[in-house]
Each structure stands twice: as C-alpha cells, then as structure tokens.
C-alpha cells in the first residue's frame, strides 16, 4: 500500500464499525516511515505514544492502562507510536507467556458497531511480530498492512547497555522511555547509538536492517567487538575498567577494530610509545594506567618494557618495576639498559631510598651502577660519587671515567675530573692530583713536588684594573682554583666566554677575615657565601662528603645563571673568590702520623690548626718547620705551609672512613687549594647603549638652600654619584628606579650637576630654580581677551 491508499483505507473506515479495532503499518524505510508518521498525525484525532503509559521512566509500558485510555476515544482513530520499538526492546518479554502484553491487546476485541481505531505504524519490526503474535486470526489478516517502501540501504546499530554501565558510557537514551520518545532522532544520525535500561533483559540479540545487541558484561561485550578481544583475560581487571573500555568501544561498533584502537584514544596518542606515556604518568587517571598495563600482554615485545609490565601485578607497580627490575637480572643487554633509562627519565623520579641503593650496591661492577643512575636526583648524584671513589681507590683514571661514563650524564663532574684551567701547567698538574684524592676520599700525603707562589700576582691587583668600569664583582667564599675548569665548562655551556682566567694569590692566613676586599653595602659587589658552608658543613641534616662534592659542583652552574643575569645591565663581572679550602688538611687533621706541631708560647691557633696568630712577644719563630710567616693589619701570624697543623682540639671531618663519608673542609693555610685563587673578567659580546640620564623636571624649587630632583636613566642603575661643584648630593634609589636627588647649601639659580652612574661621568644635568608659589608661564596674558 501506498500512503495515499493508507489515507484512503482509514478514511472509508471512519463509515463503518469493526470488532477488531488494530491497525499495523509496517514500514522498512526510516525516511519513508517518518514521512507516514507525518502523514497519520494529519488525519488521526489523537496521537499517543507508548511512553506515556510507563509506570516509572525505565519500566515497561502498561497496555491495560492504553486499553483505558482508548475507552475514552469512542468513535475516534488514535494514532498509536513507538510499539515496535516496545517490541524490539522488550522481544523476551513478549515471548513469555506470563508477562507478555501485546499479543492480547492485537487481538482484543469491540462492539462490532464501534467505530474506534488504533493505528500503530512500525518500522522493520515484522519478524518480531510475527514470533510474538505467530498466525495471525484470518479475522485480522486485512488490517495488517505493509508500506510500499525503498529497502533501506542504511544499517542501524544499538546497543542495550545494563544499568552497570551507567557510569561507563554517555548513552543516546538513559532510560526505556527517553527512547521511546527520540528513538527516531536518534537513528537518523546513522550512527551506532546506545540505551541504558532495566529493560536490557529482555532485548535478543538481532541483527539485519536494525542490528540490536544487549549488553550485560562489559568484558564480554568487548570481547565480541574487539578484533583481537580474544586476548584478553577477564580476570586482569575489574568490572568497571572493562565497562570504561566499553565507552571507547561503542563508537566502533559498527565494524571490527583492535584493541590498540581504544588505548590510542584513551591516551589520545596516534602510536603506542612508553616513555612518551611514561613521561605524562603523573597527569594519567588509574584507566589510562592499566591500559599501559595492558598493553604488553595484549602486544609483547621484546623491550624492557614489556618485561617490566608483565612484572608488574598491577599498574601502580610500573615506575617501581621500571626502575628496579633491571637490578635483579643476572643479565641484561645494552639495549635494555638505554631503555630503562629513557624511561626513568621521563618518570621523573625526585628521590630514591636506602633500598633502592642497597640492590645497585649488589651490582657486581661500578661502570653497570653508573650507567643505570639518571643523574636526575641529588641522591643519585651523591651515589655516583661514591662509586667513583671506589673505582679510583682500584687505579681507574679519573678522565677515563669522565669520558666514558659520565660527560652525558653528570657533565659537571666530568670537566671536574678531567678539564683543565690552561693557566698554569704545574697547578693543573697538582689540581687533578688534588681532586681525584679528593674524589677518593683518602688523606694521600703530602704532593711530592713543593709549590710556590711568586710566580703570581695579587689577587686586588688583577682586579683593580676594571677600577671605574662599569664591571660587577662577583666574590665566591671558598672559590679556589680547583674549581676553575668546572665554572669555566658551566660558563661556555651558556655561551659565555671570558678573557684570559688569572691565577692569584690570597692573602695570608687564607681567612675570608684576611681577605675581606669587597664592601657589602656596595651595589656592584655580590658575595655569595654558599660553597664554603657547604665546605665547611654541609647540610643541616645530611653530613655526607660525597653528598657535600654534589652540592659544591651545583654552585657553579648556579653561579654561571647569575653571571648571565649580571651582564644583562653591565659591561662587566669579574668573578673570585677570597681563598680556597683543603679536604686533606681535614683529613690530616686525624692521621696518626700526621704529627702536630705545637704553637709558639704566647700564639692563638686558629683554623683546626691551619694557622696561630702570635703574641707581642713570641720571641724569634721563623725557624718553625713547615710553616711561613705572615702579617696582617699589623699582626704577625704562622701559616702552615702543607698539611700538618698546630695542636689544637678540633673534629674536622671527624669520624671519616672508607665505609662512612664525613663532610668537612677547612683553610688558613697555604696550600694550593688554599692560597690560589682565579680571577675571570667577563665582558658583554655586545656593549651597552650609554646611560643617559635626565630630570624628571627641569625646575627645581629652592628653600633655604634645600633643593630636591629626580634623576631618571635609561636603564636601570647600581651606583650614582651626584655633585654641585665641590657639594656632594644625597642619592637614594626609588622602588621605580628612579633616584631622589638632595642637595643643601644651593645659593645658584642655574644649578649644573656632575652625574657619574655605575662609575661612569655621564653630561651635566641642568636644573633651573622657581621661586615657591609662583609657576612658569611663558605667556603671562594667557586666556585673555585683548
């Protein structure tokens, strides 16, 4: 039948009355059955829809509660929606003798007189139909009619989920009747759409024009779309991570897709790659972990990876497993160890245990530990160092450790093990004597070659030639000359290079007391006491020496940041330091055969020993062994000159052992480490524009004398000097940068200022003087009419 004769057919019927008073359309074209719908809406006097007799939102609709309804249409054609996807969804319902509804209502009867239809269009729902209702009465074989309609080219997919899933999945119908209500809106987007419903019992799975899956598993519902779902193990996760899967999943239902399909998108990736997963670790939820999980049981390899998560129990157990599986193997390859790396790495570890360190410490060789440190922790760090020490105590060469192990990984201990100053041969020489004894942590002696000095020039005499410069001093405390190559290697990796590095001399005793040359209230002097506490001490709660070496080397990659910060705003920075420090003069300090020298009657020692300041009357000392004379501010003092000292109580590096590393460094003597010291000039690749300057006004108000002004430059300043002839003005810095100008004793009416700025005379500033209450006004008939 076409439409037209549908309309026909129910008009001629409105003439006559029928015992039976169902009509059924079925329709196979969603398009041609909206069009119908359309249509009887037209021509019928009232439309209902199934939904509205549901005794709650996700029950089954009451067809005696519709028969009741119909009783108060006597006479009327009632247009009857959404029973065929009542029958579509509710198949076993229907089929079960005790609950089912339809059947009775298709063929419940009326007064043969009456005139009362109801007219219910279906779209593909005849073979349901004809299972519920089986042969129909030969009374009601013409009022079963079937829409001339185009076969639909289209293929519909739902998906009935249990209420189980509701948290899972966004479903197109949350409810029996929200579908009962959109099912058509919803189909005609033409993608696989899904319902969450009580009602999912009762649904069979069907498949053809409408394909209709219930969905009670979730793991079983996965492992029916997923190519490759036969791989998976129920038992891997629970319930809701498989019903999460499933929200991924749905939207593929319409065809085959693998697994890998639903953890790309989940982790919003295009291909698989751990250390890039391993690198957002800490931004992933506990799904998108167990995914990773997962993916190596569904996809081995041949990787570290692989090994490590199928080590794993559970997803939480994947860093740990990372980090220290590769520790228990007897054997692993190259490969397996760059893997791991990379992955530790992007996990971002910021700290590591006893324990962990405890299973490297079982490694049988120092290069393996090595090579499986990420370098990322202060912890790590500090283990490293004492692994080199062990390596050196067994005659391995500090540069070849350097080179091969380290200069990737912990560049700032390599250049400190193999780099160089090129100021002197003989110092570089006793230098890398000097560290890689210090890296073992041993008292070794004393160096068989006697140093001496002369050949070096004052340290303030280096310094004292950048004197008027725009140059910042950047003092160190503790910033000998065994630190040299190690700045200089973290000042080229920011492309910073300086002049020609100077060797100098402290002074003697090497006491930053003796060797104070910087003013602290000046603006172009920075001192940073950091590296000689950690010397002298390191950290409040950690006494470790190889932990204190790590916190010495830091400072340098901090001290080349502030370098780079300085030369933003100056032509220059000079960086040194007031004296070095010894860990063998520490050392020896303990040494049984390190016998103490008993100080002059009458001296104060100093220093653990390092050195005694001497009485008026000390009587002739300059015979005293291993010591040299010196004087300060007019006192006398006796320095050691190796690394005996004076016999004094003392605990420096006390309780140091081969097994227990103890922190502690001291100075005052003079040894290399001590005594010498650099001097590095850095000077800007691109001068500075000169600094301008100029008042904030040229008139200046004068009272008794009193003048005030201020100064405005064009980049920001350190120091300024400001002058009216002999007159000194007071200048003080404002929080903008600006500078407040004060001068008293001003009798001028011109008042031309000497302005020198970060040590530099800028041109004259020119103020002219207004007499109080009286402002300037070059046209004094101003807004006058004349």
């Known amino acids: 039948m076409t439409i037209a004769e549908i309309k026909e057919k129910l008009s001629q019927e409105r003439s006559f009355g029928s015992r039976f008073p169902v009509r059924i359309i079925f329709v196979e074209n969603l398009n041609e ?11 019928c006097d009232v439309t209902m829809n199934v939904a509205d007799f549901c005794r709650a939102p996700d029950t089954a609709p009451q067809f005696d509660k519709i028969r009741q309804k119909l009783s108060e249409c006597e006479g009327q054609h009632v247009l009857l929606l959404s029973v065929g996807e009542y029958l579509r969804i509710c198949t076993k319902r229907e089929l079960n003798p005790e609950h089912r509804q339809f059947r009775a209502f298709w063929e419940s009867q009326q007064p043969e007189a009456s005139k009362t239809r109801v007219i219910i269009p279906v779209f593909n729902c005849r073979d349901v139909f004809d299972r519920i209702i089986g042969a129909v ?62 009602q999912y019992g009762n649904v069979e799975t069907s498949y053809g024009t409408v394909n209709i899956k219930p969905i009670d598993s979730p793991f079983r519902y996965l492992s029916d779309i997923l190519v490759d779902g036969n791989v998976l193990v129920e038992k891997w996760q629970n319930n809701d991570f498989w019903s999460r899967a499933v929200s991924y999943a749905s939207q593929f239902a319409a065809k085959k897709v693998p697994f890998e399909r639903i953890v790309l998108d989940a ?3 295009t291909e698989f790659d751990f250390v890039s997963v391993a690198a957002r670790w800490n931004t992933l939820n506990d799904f998108q ?140 020489e006793y230098m890398a004597w000097y560290r890689k004894n210090k890296l073992i942590n041993r008292y070794p002696g004393e160096y068989p070659v006697k140093m001496s000095f002369e050949r070096f020039d004052a340290r303030y005499k280096l310094m004292h030639k950048l004197q008027g410069k725009d140059c910042v001093s950047f003092w160190i405390d503790g910033f000998g000359t065994e630190y040299t190559p190690l700045f200089l290697h973290e000042l ?116 653990f020993g390092r050195f005694c300041e001497l009485g008026d009357n000390a009587g002739d000392v300059l015979s005293l062994p291993s010591t040299v004379p010196a004087t ?27 097994e227990h590393d103890v922190v502690g460094e001291i100075h005052g003597g003079n040894t290399v480490e001590e005594r010498l010291v650099s001097v590095i000039v850095i000077k800007r690749k691109q001068p500075l524009p000169p600094v301008t300057c100029k008042p904030r006004s040229s ?8 003048v005030e002004s201020t100064l405005t430059f064009s980049r920001p300043i350190s120091t300024l000097e400001v002058s009216l002839g002999n007159n000194e003005a007071t200048c003080a810095m404002n929080t903008d940068g600006t500078w407040r100008i004060i001068l008293d004793g001003v009798s001028e009416e011109d008042i031309v200022l000497s302005v020198v700025a970060n040590g530099r005379l800028l041109p004259a500033v020119t103020l002219k003087v207004k007499t109080p209450g009286i402002s300037k006004n070059d046209d004094p008939f101003g807004g006058m009419e004349l």
């Open 137 to 198: 009465d030969e009374r009601q074989q013409d009022f079963v009619w079937t829409l001339d309609s185009t076969p639909s080219g289209e293929t519909y997919s739902i998906s009935v989920y249990s209420p189980k899933f509701k948290e899972a999945i966004n479903p197109d119908a949350d409810n029996l009747t929200a579908w009962f209500r959109d099912w058509q809106v919803i189909l005609s987007r033409n993608v696989p759409c899904s319902i969450v419903t009580l």
């Open 699 to 706: 008139f200046v108000t004068k009272k008794n004398g009193h």
């Open 289 to 428: 972990k167990n995914l990773v999980w997962l993916w190596y049981r569904v996809y081995p390899t041949d990787e570290y990876y692989s090994y490590v998560c199928k080590k794993a129990s559970n997803a939480s157990e994947i860093p740990e497993k990372i980090r220290d599986e590769i520790l228990l193997l007897s054997n692993r390859s190259e490969r397996w160890i760059q893997e791991r790396m990379a992955a530790v790495r992007a996990l971002s570890f910021h700290d590591f245990d006893d324990a962990y360190f405890a299973l490297m410490d079982k490694l049988p060789l120092d290069e393996t530990k090595l090579k499986l440190l990420t370098y990322q922790t202060h912890e790590e760090k500090t283990y490293a160092v004492k692994v080199i020490s062990n390596m050196l105590r067994s005659g391995a060469e500090p540069s070849a450790i350097a080179t091969e192990l380290l200069e990737n990984n912990f560049p700032a201990l390599a250049s400190y093990m193999k780099d160089e100053s090129g100021c002197d041969e003989a110092v570089d």
């Open 632 to 658: 300060s501010n007019g006192k006398h003092y006796l320095v050691m000159d190796n690394y005996q000292h004076f016999s004094v109580s003392g605990n420096a590096a006390g309780g140091n052992t081969d």
């Open 492 to 607: 080229k990796a920011r492309g910073i290079v300086p002049e020609p590095v100077k060797l100098a001399t402290a002074l003697l005793p090497t006491e930053t007391e003796y060797n104070h040359q910087w003013d602290e209230h000046d603006p172009l002097t920075i001192k940073w006491d950091r590296l000689d506490s950690f010397s002298h001490k390191g950290m409040p709660d950690d006494k470790s020496y190889y932990s204190c070496i790590v916190h010495q080397l830091s400072v340098f990659s901090e001290a080349a940041k502030k370098v780079e910060e300085l030369l933003e705003n100056h032509e220059y920075v000079v960086i040194t330091g007031d004296h070095g420090s010894s860990r063998f003069a520490a050392l020896a300090f303990h040494e049984e055969n390190v016998v103490a020298i008993t100080a002059p009657k009458k001296s104060t020692v100093h220093s």
């Open 267 to 269: 982790l919003n990736v």
């Open 33 to 43: 059955y909206s069009v119908l719908e359309h249509q009887l809406k037209g021509i």
